[in-house]
């Protein structure tokens, strides 16, 4: 089975609700993404950031990819998109609420809300912050520790890798799937 043949099998996996499926995918692939996402973005970490971003939309959209393209050339625009979209919003002077959801496809709660201080901007900020801690709450323990050091304590990949003592592409694999399942509970806020 060749490269092309065996990401078409993987992706069918995870059409089919093969979760496991995908980390191998986001394993092969992950480097290359990075290395893309580089060329737009010179800040390592947000690198990282964005290309998890990326695979996240990619694994939303997989029920969309029908295999008339390689999976990775798909992948790859998917990841110059979301690294244009980051440097475009980055410069954006609008609150990021104010965006659609839709074409923000992405969204990080609070950057944009915190510079608005009127009750209602206040209230739903503070919603946000409570369905972000609840989501994590409700995650399993692998997943918890892993988008924790990220987000909250601050640590690098390499460092989560060290202190949760698993490979780099685990920890990459863990924080991708918890931010999506943030991303989804933050989803009917943002609608």
């Given at each position: 089975?060749g490269?092309?043949?065996?990401d078409?099998?993987?992706?069918?996996r995870?059409?089919?609700?093969?979760?496991?499926?995908?980390?191998?995918?986001?394993?092969?692939y992950?480097?290359k993404?990075?290395?893309?996402?580089?060329?737009?973005?010179?800040?390592?970490?947000?690198?990282?950031?964005?290309?998890?971003e990326?695979?996240i939309?990619a694994?939303?959209?997989?029920?969309?990819?029908?295999?008339?393209?390689?999976?990775?050339?798909?992948?790859?625009?998917?990841?110059?998109?979301?690294?244009?979209?980051?440097?475009?919003?980055?410069s954006?002077?609008?609150?990021?609420?104010?965006?659609?959801?839709?074409?923000?496809?992405?969204f990080?709660?609070?950057?944009?809300?915190?510079?608005?201080?009127?009750?209602e901007?206040m209230?739903?900020?503070?919603?946000i912050?409570?369905?972000?801690?609840?989501?994590?709450?409700?995650?399993?323990?692998?997943?918890?520790?892993?988008?924790?050091?990220?987000?909250?304590?601050?640590?690098?990949?390499?460092?989560i890798?060290?202190?949760?003592?698993?490979?780099?592409?685990?920890?990459?694999?863990?924080?991708f799937?918890?931010?999506?399942?943030?991303?989804?509970?933050?989803?009917?806020?943002l609608?």
């Amino acid at each position: 089975m060749g490269p092309q043949e065996l990401d078409n099998d993987l992706v069918k996996r995870v059409q089919q609700g093969d979760k496991a499926a995908f980390d191998l995918l986001v394993l092969k692939y992950q480097q290359k993404v990075v290395n893309l996402v580089s060329r737009f973005i010179s800040d390592h970490a947000e690198c990282h950031d964005v290309a998890q971003e990326a695979f996240i939309k990619a694994y939303r959209a997989m029920d969309s990819f029908r295999g008339d393209s390689q999976f990775y050339t798909w992948l790859y625009r998917i990841a110059a998109n979301t690294a244009k979209n980051h440097l475009a919003s980055r410069s954006r002077k609008t609150p990021a609420y104010a965006v659609d959801v839709d074409d923000a496809e992405h969204f990080s709660g609070e950057s944009g809300l915190k510079d608005y201080t009127n009750p209602e901007n206040m209230l739903l900020t503070d919603e946000i912050k409570q369905t972000v801690f609840a989501a994590i709450e409700k995650l399993p323990d692998d997943l918890k520790s892993a988008i924790t050091l990220r987000e909250i304590e601050g640590l690098s990949y390499e460092d989560i890798a060290e202190v949760m003592d698993c490979p780099i592409g685990t920890v990459r694999s863990r924080i991708f799937r918890a931010r999506d399942a943030i991303d989804k509970e933050l989803r009917p806020l943002l609608e």
